[in-house]
């Protein structure tokens, strides 16, 4: 198994790539098409409700990802890098309708795949194995991020015009395929992994606690990288430069922080957590020289609260199943785009008003962490247990309210492309009778 161990990091390091290109400039391509931002919030929402629902569909039902997993794995994510592709390309030739369509099947994609690679991790080795593999996974990816986010000025400085984002999905497209080349090569047993596990209300109630927390911590996290930028340029008035740079000594932090972190105990983790608590509130009232300093202590900050849910979720995973714990890992990371999204379409935020969102959704995660994860809370387990519940409860409720939400929304979207497909069913049908036999 150390072969594979060496494949999923050369995956993470071209996968690094890859994600930073196809992801990280999507929206940049559409805002300079002429797209205004509600329109992106837009695509955005439905997107990631889209994920949100097939998350659930896969947690309810994990027989669909446990068997065959590296064949769907080869499969899915073959299509998915050739779904991200194409994307400026249809832009150019059909328009905004086409490369949404395309977009949600991308971003939908991304569900299994991401899926089924953590299951490949958590249901191949220990837990110690898996805090070694992600760390070096994080650093492999975040340092591959580092050197295309260079290349990509080096891009947008020497082809000012569209033809840029040819050269950008090329280049992802290729590092995709290179990615995709290591996970042809794992050695995962045909015959899948165990999903059916029995499990005490003890353990559901740890999951989800855990997966509550991850919410938060995510949907803070895009929402502070959807309005820092702004911020810093418009309300601010920093140079436009800065922020690169600040993205890059973010990126090289949080590598760096990735190889430290994995060698910790887990009640080192809070003080991570603690710190990145912080950071919106440090961007919010803080002048632009010390945002410098701030990305680099907020990205380091961050690798450590990250870490909380996706090596918890590893341990986990051995009771629950490893298609659920993957499930709810992949499901807290769609609800965290989900968040911010549904946030500024739906309010339009101002960028201050974003901040102090996003620095709420924080504190309320340390919060979450300090009351629930007995890995990283100080308090006795009796309490522990208590608060657990109280928040489980909580959660429950909340998550049964949104499905409920949104399996309504695409239904009735459901119902409503039906009901325009038959119209344009009979109009054709009507035309054609009319030219053949023309008027009655």
């Known amino acids: 198994m150390r072969d594979n161990k060496t494949l999923l990091v050369i995956e993470a390091l071209f996968g690094g790539a890859y994600v930073s290109l196809s992801r990280g400039y999507f929206f940049l391509m559409l805002a300079e098409s002429g797209y205004d931002a509600r329109t992106l919030s837009l695509i955005a929402v439905v997107s990631t409700l889209l994920m949100v629902f097939l998350c659930w569909i896969i947690y309810e039902r994990p027989y669909l990802v446990y068997k065959n997993v590296k064949r769907k794995l080869v499969v899915l994510s073959l299509m998915e890098r050739l779904s991200w592709f194409i994307l400026p390309f249809l832009l ?196 632009p020289q010390y945002h410098l300093l701030i990305s680099g202590i907020g990205a380091a900050s961050y690798t450590a609260a990250n870490f909380i849910g996706v090596l918890l979720y590893s341990r986990l995973s051995k009771v629950e199943g490893y298609a659920k714990s993957s499930a709810r890992l992949v499901a807290a990371n769609s609800l965290g785009l989900l968040i911010p999204s549904l946030i500024m379409y739906l309010f339009g935020l101002n960028y201050s008003i974003a901040l102090v969102i996003s620095a709420l959704m924080r504190f309320t995660a340390l919060i979450v962490a300090l009351l629930t994860i007995e890995e990283v809370s100080p308090l006795p387990d009796p309490t522990i247990k208590t608060y657990s519940r109280i928040i489980y409860t909580t959660g429950v409720f909340s998550y049964r309210v949104t ?29 054609v009778t009319y030219l053949l036999v023309g008027p009655f």
């Open 92 to 287: 150019v030739k059909y328009g905004l309708w086409a490369v949404t369509i395309m977009y949600g099947i991308a971003q939908v994609l991304t569900i299994p795949v991401s899926m089924l690679i953590f299951i490949t991790i958590y249901g191949g080795y220990s837990e110690e194995d898996v805090r070694r593999i992600v760390g070096w996974r994080s650093a492999a990816s975040l340092t591959s991020t580092l050197t295309m986010q260079v290349f990509t000025v080096l891009v947008f400085y020497t082809l000012p015009s569209f033809s840029k984002y040819y050269y950008i999905y090329v280049i992802s497209f290729i590092c995709g395929l290179m990615s995709w080349l290591q996970l042809t090569l794992l050695k995962i047993p045909s015959n899948g992994v165990p999903w059916r596990k029995v499990t005490t209300i003890d353990v559901e109630v740890k999951s989800g606690d855990i997966f509550i927390y991850l919410t938060l911590l995510l949907g803070s996290s895009n929402l502070l990288g959807m309005v820092w930028g702004p911020y810093l340029v418009n309300v601010l008035k920093a140079p436009s430069y800065l922020y690169p740079l600040i993205s890059a000594i973010g990126t090289l932090s949080g590598a760096i922080a990735s190889l430290i972190w994995m060698r910790l105990k887990y009640n080192y983790y809070i003080v991570g957590l603690s710190i990145t608590s912080l950071v919106p509130i440090f961007v919010l009232t803080l002048s």
């Open 403 to 431: 499905l409920l939400t949104t399996t309504e929304y695409l239904v009735t979207l459901a119902k409503l492309a039906g009901f325009m497909l038959i119209l344009i069913i009979l109009y054709v049908i009507y035309r």
